[in-house]
């Protein structure tokens, strides 16, 4: 039997992070098992499914590289089949016309609540179809069966059960003619073939209802595996407020896939103690008995030293890409400077996130007007003006501008004032990146290049000419 697994998110919003989490898992699942992932945009909500939502499902997947065999699917283009099996389904009487008015509806609703009853549909139109014109508006709904109940083994929290009586004769139709949400779920499930349903543990209720459905129509019963929910760090429901986002919002602040995927297997699922998996690796040893049965909880910082260790992991290349990207993003002109591949090199193990490292970089590639303010009061001081001009001297004059040859001009500068190393070379750190942080200043200056270190420098003498403190 061939695996079959499906995403199908509704587009009412952005793809959040338990979304992604649930379409990783039923895509490594298939992918596991050389079986076929499909992507169904549940799109029959006219009201709140919007374009922009769709976008950005698709455009997360493609950046998550979580690709789909086939799809994406739209259930809007699918209404003539719903309607086709709901026609099938009133003639051999598995569902039913039910005529009853939104008004009759909410006074059975009031009176239950009174009672103290469980609201339920009472069936009144189950068997008959009293005092109503043919052309009366009608919704179907499905026939359930009043006895008995539905068992299934839910391959994550095992067997569940539920009660017929606990279920009504659900609306599959609406009034005006539109197929309701479970409804086409069970369509949709049957038409794919899909063999297991991976998704969220919030549509456990909809199982049963959804098997039963499945059970009228004589069609086979996929397994299902509900994943729990994510929370935030005090156990609410995960929002923004917890530094969660939607997936693109993470490319945008400088997330690498790799280590959201990394971050998105582990919350939940778990191989031992081993924390960093490649791709292949899960794929290889994803399964969903080890997925865990109670909620996790998003930590940000977890993920942000994910990011890091891909960051400081993948193949310098790679990550240079992912950081051009950025630079372009942020605008920094990379037409004259050193190649992004030795910043890369540089700063790999500092930064975080790419959109750190970018920010970091463009002093690279652009001059700036003014020096840290904090960075100059401290450095930029009378003092520092011999030490820069020494260095000043000796840097322009250096043919070989080699890592070496630049140290060796901070030491002589140093050892010539007789002053400790740092005497010079924290102010010519704020001179030539207007910071006073950046990674070793021999290798700093040597990537900013000889002409534009001696500008900065000139501008830093200046300044303390200027602005004696
Ligand atoms: N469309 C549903 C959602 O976005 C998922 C339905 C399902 O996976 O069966 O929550």
């Given at each position: 039997m061939k695996i079959k697994t499906r995403f199908a998110p509704s587009p009412t919003g952005f793809l959040h992070i338990g979304g992604a989490r649930t379409a990783f898992y039923s895509w490594l699942f298939a992918r596991h098992h050389g079986g076929e992932f499909i992507l169904r945009i549940e799109d029959t909500d006219l009201e709140r499914s919007t374009p922009q939502a769709i976008n950005a499902i698709i455009d997360s997947m493609k950046w998550l590289k979580i690709d789909w065999d086939h799809g994406p699917y739209f259930q809007t283009k699918h209404f003539a089949r719903y309607n086709y099996i709901i026609n099938h389904m009133l003639k051999n009487g598995s569902a039913y016309k039910c005529y009853c008015s939104e008004k009759r509806l909410e006074e059975l609703r009031q009176n239950q609540m009174i009672n103290g009853k469980k609201p339920r549909y009472d069936g009144r139109c189950r068997n008959s179809y009293e005092n109503h014109l043919s052309n009366d508006p009608y919704v179907v709904r499905f026939r359930n069966p009043q006895e008995g109940s539905v068992i299934f083994n839910d391959l994550i929290r095992g067997t569940i059960q539920y009660s017929n009586t606990e279920l009504d004769d659900l609306i599959i139709r609406r009034t005006e003619g539109t197929p309701t949400y479970n409804f086409c779920v069970v369509v949709d499930d049957l038409d794919m073939k899909i063999t297991h349903v991976i998704r969220g543990e919030d549509h456990i209720n909809n199982t049963p209802r959804q098997i039963n459905i499945l059970k009228a129509l004589g069609a086979p019963i996929p397994k299902y595996a509900h994943v729990s929910m994510i929370m935030g760090y005090d156990g609410k429901n995960l929002s923004k407020r917890h530094g969660a986002v939607g997936v693109m919002q993470y490319r945008d602040d400088g997330f690498l896939p790799e280590a959201l995927l990394n971050y998105l297997v582990r919350l939940g699922w778990s191989y031992g103690n081993q924390e960093i998996f490649s791709l292949d690796e899960m794929k290889k040893l994803f399964n969903l008995e080890a997925i865990s049965k109670s909620a996790s909880s998003f930590d940000s910082k977890k993920l942000l030293w994910y990011n890091h260790v891909y960051i400081k992991n993948l193949p310098i290349d790679y990550i240079t890409k992912n950081l051009f990207w950025h630079m372009k993003h942020q605008g920094?002109?990379?037409?004259?400077?050193?190649?992004?591949t030795d910043l890369v090199k540089l700063f790999r193990e500092r930064c975080k996130t790419l959109k750190e490292m970018a920010s970091n970089c463009y002093y690279f590639y652009q001059d700036f007007r003014e020096f840290e303010t904090k960075a100059a009061k401290t450095y930029l001081l009378p003092e520092a003006t011999k030490p820069l001009q020494i260095v000043r001297e000796k840097l322009s004059s250096l043919n070989n501008w080699t890592k070496e040859s630049v140290h060796d001009v901070i030491k002589q500068t140093a050892d010539e004032l007789q002053v400790k190393i740092e005497k010079v070379s924290m102010p010519l750190r704020v001179a030539v990146t207007g910071t006073s942080q950046s990674p070793t200043i021999d290798m700093t200056i040597l990537a900013i290049g000889k002409l534009r270190s001696l500008k900065r420098i000139n501008m830093a003498l200046n300044f303390i000419a200027k602005y004696p403190i």
């Open positions: 920094i002109d990379m037409s004259i400077g050193p190649p992004l």
